[in-house]
């Protein structure tokens, strides 16, 4: 009985464990519009900003891919975690 439940209880673990990942968001400053989901290359927001308020939303680790350019802003996180 003992064996069955640790079993039950590493299969859960294992099961958290995999469905925690990382949200990836993208920036370009050239081809990019915040009003895109920016979840890829082919759609990215246009500031940094954007994609940190994304992140922030977005419970876990998250990873944001800046284009290669130039970004003119004063960026704000404030994550309370």
Do not use: K
């Not at 099961?15 to 290359?41: C, P, W």
């Not at 003119?72 to 309370?80: A, R, S």
């Amino acid at each position: 009985m003992i064996c069955i439940r640790w079993s039950f209880c590493c299969l859960i673990v294992i099961v958290a464990a995999t469905s925690v990942h990382a949200a990836g968001y993208f920036v370009d400053a050239g081809a990019g519009d915040d009003a895109n989901a920016g979840i890829s290359a082919a759609s990215p927001f246009a500031s940094i900003q954007r994609a940190i308020d994304a992140a922030l939303e977005n419970p876990g680790p998250d990873m944001i891919q800046l284009a290669s350019g130039e970004y003119d802003e004063n960026l704000v996180i404030d994550d309370d975690e």
